[in-house]
């Protein structure tokens, strides 16, 4: 089917936040449930599984994130929302789509994998903090650690960037649009980057949203006089709500982004 690129104007960034929590106020209990699945699955699927686990998850995402782009259409339709639409991509409606769903997790995996091994080049190994007796720490060791940890992550997000955007729309395009993983990474890479104004927006807005939206919750509760476990707790939770928030985002960045013939798009979907 033919994909049509649309150049979206910085503004519509915006219009992409607004849309997607206008669709989260819609249905927040079944979103806050979805995202705190997904948020399960990256968390914890990674430590539980030995050695591989943070591999399974990386080789999952396009799939998942194939689901939570059709939770999102499925919201705007006004359709229930449930945790298991997350593993679209597994069922028997998607199966022919499968197989290259893996495909752009196993390149998503290899990304990944290589942006650690560049970071570990660049900074070097990994300075070792041993916590089993706190008086004895040497204070400059931990700093030494810390800020290797800091450069570590600052590196590691950079070179993840161009990653991440080359995978945003992969996994619609291959499903919805009848790509094959080469053609719908090259895709999703020209599209976010000819609406680079757009997307600059959309990510400085949701930063300034998120991270005010979680300050002034945790000020009011700090002013009540809570404890500092329920304060830690309310806050864990505040993060929560933002994370399943921002799911609701995905998906009118695409219909922004992209044109398609609807009587297709609803036998995909």
């Not at 600059?200 to 919750?217: D, E, H, Q």
């Not at 006089?225 to 995905?250: E, W």
């Amino acid at each position: 089917m033919a994909t049509h690129l649309h150049i979206c104007t910085p503004r519509q960034g915006w219009e992409w936040l607004m849309t997607g929590l206008s669709l989260f106020r819609k249905k927040p209990s079944e979103l806050f449930l979805l995202g705190n699945t997904y948020l399960f699955i990256l968390l914890f699927v990674g430590m539980l599984i030995p050695m591989l686990g943070a591999a399974v998850v990386t080789l999952l995402t396009p799939a998942l994130g194939f689901g939570i782009m059709l939770a999102g259409k499925m919201m705007k339709s006004g359709l229930r929302v449930s945790p298991s639409i997350l593993f679209a991509g597994f069922g028997q409606a998607h199966r022919p789509h499968l197989r290259r769903l893996l495909q752009l997790g196993f390149v998503y995996t290899v990304s990944f994998a290589a942006i650690r091994l560049l970071a570990n080049a660049v900074l070097g190994g990994q300075p070792t903090l041993d916590v089993s007796n706190v008086q004895k720490m040497d204070p400059d060791h931990i700093v030494r650690f810390y800020e290797y940890m800091a450069s570590y992550l600052s590196v590691v997000a950079l070179a993840s960037l161009p990653v991440i955007l080359a995978f945003w729309f992969a996994p619609v395009l291959v499903v919805w649009h009848g790509m094959s993983p080469g053609q719908a990474l090259f895709s999703s890479w020209v599209a976010v980057w000819r609406n680079k104004s757009a997307f600059l927006i959309y990510g400085m807005g949701w930063i300034i949203l998120s991270v005010g939206f979680c300050s002034a919750v945790v000020a009011v509760f700090s002013l009540l006089g809570l404890p500092a476990s329920l304060l830690s707790a309310l806050n864990i939770l505040t993060m929560a709500v933002v994370m399943s928030a921002s799911l609701a985002t995905f998906y009118p960045s695409y219909t922004a982004v992209f044109e398609h013939d609807p009587e297709h798009f609803q036998a995909q979907a």
